[in-house]
């Protein structure tokens, strides 16, 4: 009966059905660009480099015994790569020389990483490979560009870096990667800089086997200031002495953490707003579409209608258009995403189940009592106060 | 003999906006036996709408007393009420009131539906009693389709599914030309000759005086009319005493019988 009736007003029963599926459908849709956009956002801030700790020796910054300081060696880098929070050590060494290819000279920041530098530092290739553990274990000659080297070195961009072989002060390495440019202002800087294995510069260059410092990237399921206690302890034991100190670069884990939440919170916001608009529009609807109707309430009573008989056909009519209304919303939310996908804007929408059952519920909810309510009223009158309203 | 089918005692109804009031009907008198066929005539505003209305359990009166074979309406709560409008009454409205998303078929079996009949026996019944109405070919015609006289049989049919025992028709030919509307005063003959109830409001001072003449009101043999008075607030007055046996006495105002 409810069917019957809703097919022979479609046009009133589109129209209220079109309240529900636009609301569920921009709750839907809203949530999915936020959790997009969200995801997007936190993907170019992980980019930066995330949760790593730097071991230095020495007590801190500036300490002038700290070049005397000859404990921090490679067997610590070992020792720590062991350790369940840990996701990637990389032992490093530095040293600055000259860059010669060709007739063209530039200085440059010489440093000696293990193979998982790249992967510590979140660092991205442009062409070319990465150093790999065979070429620290053979001490090899084999150099990786930044986009900096490369651009002193090769300036007409036309010949392409990888296999060419440059000298670094006098010892020549053949380029097998360049890196893309890094895109944070962490600890970037102009100078050009060429990545050697670590156990060539300290075998050419500084002919000592001790490291400048140690690169510790953390677990994403571990904290980082847990990570600093357990390397702190680990560290201490291994020395017999504090003569190191960390640097943890927890700041950018707290920015992407407090970029996480305000954009959580953003997402929450609009979802609620959207929820509030689409149930008023649902509201409406109902209201209007059933005050329409109580003359047919009335007509319905006077040859004798129960009050249960009106109230369970409004009942059952609103829940049905609720139901169908939030399906086609759902398809119509799915389908905004299909053509959105289509259209390469640098973010995806991503559904949440969460949004979708909350869309629905509550739109349902306020559809049945906004439904149901003025029902309720007009089935409580007089059948000929009923029957006069038009 | 017991008490009469319908007795009306007193009954006023009395409409209020802002301050002011209006009376609409004021302490009426009627009694109505099992069978009879009766027309309540008055003038437009007399209040005869209101009186049908309250007969047919629409409306509530403001005070007095109203009984059905013994019962006092106001004692029933909705759904006894409701339970009277579907088993013993069936309205007739001037405007047919027809549910215009239904088809004929689909009105007349709506009260049925309240009923709780299956949906084969009110099928049968509905296309019966549209039948009987000379209506048979317009089953499924929406009442936009049909003409006045043809959604009159139809709302007809629709106030007999439930074989309801007293006919109340408000004006039924209000709206329609003469030919229709001596067509459905033929009809509700038949009905009222089957021995229901039958109930006419209407504003045709001449009716069924009119009819006289003519077989079907002349041989409606316990056929009376029901005056209304007119009112004018807080004053009644009469507008057409009939002197001949008054059977319901208001102040002095009246009823006639016409045999």
């Known amino acids: ?390 | 003999m017991g008490e009469p089918l319908i007795v009306l005692d007193k009954v006023s109804r009395v409409y209020t906006s802002g301050e002011s009031t209006v009376v609409a009907l004021d302490r009426i008198d009627i009694r109505i036996d099992a069978g009879e066929m009766v027309a309540i005539v008055g003038a437009s505003g007399s209040g005869k709408s209101t009186l049908m209305n309250i007969l047919g359990c629409l409306d509530r009166s403001t005070s007095g007393h109203y009984r059905i074979a013994g019962r006092d309406v106001a004692s029933l709560d909705g759904d006894e009420l409701a339970a009277l409008r579907r088993e013993h009454f069936g309205f007739i409205f001037q405007r047919y009131h027809l549910l215009g998303e239904l088809t004929a078929i689909g009105n007349v079996e709506m009260p049925a539906v309240y009923a709780g009949l299956s949906s084969a026996d009110r099928h049968d019944r509905a296309a019966g009693l549209l039948h009987r109405l000379g209506m048979d070919k317009r089953l499924a015609h929406t009442p936009g389709q049909l003409s006045g006289g043809q959604q009159q049989r139809v709302s007809i049919a629709r106030a007999l599914i439930n074989g309801a025992d007293v006919i109340l028709a408000d004006e039924p030919t209000g709206a329609l030309d003469s030919r229709s509307g001596e067509e459905v005063l033929r009809i509700l003959d038949e009905i009222h000759a089957e021995g229901r109830t039958v109930i006419i409001v209407t504003h045709d001072m001449a009716w069924p005086g009119a009819h006289g003449g003519s077989s079907s009101c002349a041989t409606a043999r316990s056929s009376r009319i029901v005056l209304m008075p007119t009112m004018t607030p807080p004053l009644l007055r009469c507008v057409r005493p009939v002197s001949k046996a008054p059977e319901l006495v208001r102040r002095g105002c009246h009823v006639g019988t016409q045999d």
């Open chain 1, 1 to 390: 009966m409810a069917l019957s009736s809703m097919n022979a007003h479609r046009l009133r029963a589109f129209l209220t059905m079109l309240g529900i599926i636009i609301g569920v459908a921009s709750v839907v849709c809203v949530v999915a660009l936020g959790s997009g956009s969200q995801e997007r956002v936190l993907a170019n801030i992980n980019s930066l480099g995330t949760n790593t700790l730097e071991i230095f020796p020495g007590k801190d910054f500036g300490d002038t015994r700290s070049a005397k300081i000859k404990t921090l060696v490679v067997a610590d880098a070992r020792a720590l790569a062991q350790q369940p929070y840990v996701a990637a050590v990389a032992p490093t060494v530095s040293t600055s020389s000259t860059l010669r290819f060709g007739a063209i000279e530039a200085s440059a920041q010489i440093s000696g990483v293990g193979e998982q530098y790249f992967q510590v530092k979140g660092t991205q290739l442009a062409e070319g490979g990465f150093l790999d553990a065979d070429s620290v274990r053979s001490y090899a000659q084999d150099a990786v560009i930044d986009d900096n080297a490369r651009k002193a070195l090769f300036p007409d961009g036309t010949t392409s870096p990888v296999g060419q072989v440059i000298l670094v002060g006098r010892v020549p390495c053949r380029v097998v990667g360049v890196t893309r440019q890094q895109q944070s202002g962490f600890g970037s800087s102009a100078n050009p800089t060429v990545y050697l294995p670590y156990t060539t510069v300290q075998a050419r260059f500084l002919g000592d086997r001790s490291l400048r410092s140690v690169s510790v990237r953390v677990n994403d399921t571990t904290s980082t200031d847990a990570a600093e206690q357990a390397v702190t302890r680990l560290l201490t034991e291994r020395h017999n002495a504090k003569d190191f100190f960390i640097l943890n670069t927890d700041d950018i884990r707290r920015t992407i953490q407090s970029t996480t939440q305000i954009l959580t919170l953003l997402v929450a916001a609009i979802a609620v707003i959207s929820l509030i608009v689409g149930g008023i529009g649902v509201m409406n609807i109902m209201l209007v579409s059933v005050s329409e109707r109580i003359s047919e309430i009335g007509v319905r009573m006077a040859v004798g209608a129960r009050q249960t008989d009106i109230l369970q056909q409004f009942l059952i009519e609103a829940v049905l258009v609720c139901l169908i209304g939030g399906t086609l919303g759902i398809g119509l939310a799915v389908g905004f995403g299909a053509v959105f996908n289509v259209f390469d804007v640098g973010f995806r929408l991503i559904y949440s189940t969460t949004s979708v059952v909350v869309a629905i519920v509550s739109s349902t909810i306020i559809g049945v009592a906004f439904g149901y309510m003025p029902a309720r009223n007009a089935s409580k009158l007089d059948p000929v106060v009923a029957l006069s309203r038009e």
